[in-house]
């Protein structure tokens, strides 16, 4: 029944969630509004204002603004607004601030918020002036009016883009003549009275959106000489916007008889994606319950055996999966110091009044190593306990006869250099044991491939269906890693972990075992580099202590030298500070087209 439940599980698992997008919290932006009013004077100057509605999710302190100045004689009376107050001008980038800055090749705007924008799906508005010098030019025909109003420089899509153009005058539609460039999907209309209007309802990422107008050059009678040229244009503008229009009118056939065959496409074949995903469900389903069925038993009582086949750093290994941490470390040294190699001493508690006169305590505990016992008995030492013996005393006690664990701490670069070669010997030790049943690695390879298979269907599927095959793609992308949850454990590994783990749950629930169970001879000490090396917390370690204390005293840990009265709640302390210690060295050390055109961004 159980194992049923968890192939239901699975099952759901892979139907529900394969073609559905994983949604995750992150920081990012989005350009939800668009307005952009530009009005051309008499000289063929224009005063441009651009408002666009940003929307933040997270934290956000600034933005910036990027316009190339190729084509431009010249950009001027930059202004940031918002809420209708300006940003004053610095450069220190404090709140409530814009730095402007300009060379030849662009204009940079960069404005600190003057409140960090916090929190999803926030909105505010940015609204940008700035004057473009000579946008116009006056030709012996006509006047005309070529720019760039949103760039290819914009990282993020915009959406409900307009643009609202004013020529000098009430100049009738009949005399005006416009174009749209950019988009296929962007639309231009003459208003009249010299109005002129483009919209696009989604402007993507690295598409630009310009405009080109002609009107009758008496329209801009105070143009200076440098924007005037006497020539005729008109005929070379009608030439180039016929071609360009008649290559936009092929795309978007080409485009429409596209979106004709995967709308034929969805309608014959959509289903099959759906039967697809169900195939490789009910595959990866079979090979889970035929091979991803875990050998391991649930275990039912706890055991107090000490499994002397594997000293605390190789349980350590075995139990974490093939992983070290500073467990291994210090379960091998509570080894050692029971075995006689070394001593652990607690120095006495050094205080100290703060400003307010209160007293502080400060634990220190120092290695002790035993010169004679690992003079004459060093061969009894496993590889890697005399590995980790050598480093500790020679490289970093300098042959010192004794090492505080504060010293350690300053020692990270060498704990790196260790440790790597320190792992191997441990896993030599641990005879390399196979982590995974070949079977099961087998069958998890085989449904990974399949799931990958369905995500190259579903990415051929989106070209040949569109955006409604999107999701399925992403899911079986997604999911396809999780065909590894039918990893299983190597038979021999599965019952080393199982005794490792009764072994465990004996040293969890010590204090709840009764006080004569196995007292005579019981290893306490040896107790303590399991509990370690088991990953015991801190809490449930100190309650393992404090249990022997009250039932045998603290002779059981001859190795540990107390500067008080010999309380396991001092050994409780020492043995805390050792943990985090070590486990804060290891942790580091396991490091286990026309002119214009905008960009931007914000941070």
Not at 387 to 402: E, V
Not at 410 to 417: G, L, S, V, Y
Request: hydrophobic share 45%; proline share 4%.
């Amino acid at each position: 029944m159980i194992m049923l439940k968890k192939s239901l599980t699975f099952l759901t698992l892979l139907l529900v969630c394969a073609p559905l997008p994983i949604a995750a919290d992150e920081k990012k932006w989005a350009i939800a509004d668009v307005e952009i009013s530009a009005r051309v004077d008499s000289v063929g100057d224009m005063l441009v204002e651009e408002k666009r509605l940003y929307k933040f999710w997270g934290s956000f302190s600034y933005a910036f603004y990027e316009l190339p100045l190729a084509g431009l004689l010249e950009v001027d009376q930059v202004q940031l607004l918002e809420n209708g107050e300006p940003y004053q001008l610095a450069d220190d980038k404090s709140p409530g601030t814009v730095a402007i800055k300009k060379d030849e090749k662009k204009l940079f705007v960069r404005w600190q918020f003057r409140e960090k924008t916090r929190g999803n799906g926030v909105t505010r508005e940015f609204v940008l002036r700035f004057r473009v010098r000579g946008a116009v030019r006056a030709y012996r025909d006509v006047a005309a009016l070529y720019y760039k109003f949103i760039g290819a420089g914009w990282d993020h899509s915009s959406e409900n883009v307009r643009v609202n153009i004013q020529l000098p005058a009430a100049i009738s539609a009949e005399d005006i003549r416009a174009w749209a460039h950019g988009p296929l999907n962007g639309a231009i209309a003459v208003q009249g009275a010299g109005r002129v209007e483009m919209t696009v309802a989604r402007l993507p990422r690295r598409q630009f959106f310009e405009a080109r107008l002609v009107f009758p050059t008496q329209y801009i009678p105070a143009a200076p000489a440098t924007l005037r040229e006497d020539r005729e244009i008109l005929p070379l503008i009608l030439n180039e916007e016929a071609r360009w229009a008649e290559e936009a009118n092929r795309q978007r056939e080409k485009l429409a008889a596209h979106q004709r065959w995967q709308a034929e496409n969805r309608e014959k074949y959509f289903s099959w994606l759906w039967l697809g995903l169900l195939a490789a469900a009910l595959f990866t389903l079979y090979m889970y319950r035929r091979y991803g069925q875990s050998l391991r038993r649930k275990p039912q009582h706890v055991d107090s055996t000490i499994p002397a086949d594997m000293p605390p750093a190789v349980a350590h290994y075995v139990f974490n999966a093939h992983q070290l941490t500073g467990g291994a470390l210090l379960g091998t040294l509570f080894d050692l110091a029971g075995r006689g190699y070394l001593r652990l001493q607690q120095e006495k508690n050094e205080s100290a009044k703060n400003w307010f006169g209160a007293t502080s305590t400060k634990q220190e505990v120092k290695i002790i190593f035993e010169e004679d016992k690992l003079r004459f008995a060093a061969p009894a030492l496993l590889p890697y306990e005399r590995q980790l013996l050598d480093f500790l005393r020679i490289d970093l006690a300098q042959n010192r006869s004794q090492l505080r664990l504060d010293e350690i701490k300053k020692q990270t670069k060498a704990f790196h250099r260790f440790f790597t070669p320190w792992r191997k010997a441990v896993a030599l030790q641990a005879d390399n044991p196979k982590l995974y049943d070949s079977a099961s690695r087998r069958a998890s390879l085989i449904a990974f491939f399949v799931w990958l298979l369905m995500a190259a269907v579903s990415g051929l599927a989106v070209y040949a269906m569109g955006d409604s095959a999107t999701p399925f793609l992403i899911g079986t992308a997604v999911l396809s890693p999780l065909t590894f949850v039918m990893l299983r454990f190597h038979p021999d590994m599965a019952k080393k972990l199982d005794r490792l783990q009764t072994l465990r749950n004996y040293l969890k629930r010590f204090s709840q075992t009764s006080p004569t169970s196995g007292a005579v001879g019981q290893p306490f000490d040896q107790y303590m580099s399991y509990a370690v090396a088991l990953g015991l917390n801190t809490k449930e370690t100190q309650q393992l202590l404090h249990t022997v204390e009250q039932r045998h005293g603290y002779a059981v840990f001859p190795w540990f030298i107390y500067a008080g009265n010999g309380s396991t709640t001092t050994m409780s302390a020492a043995m805390s500070s050792m943990i985090n210690t070590v486990g804060s060295t290891m942790s580091s050390a396991s490091g286990a087209g026309g002119a214009g055109g905008s960009g931007g961004g914000a941070g």
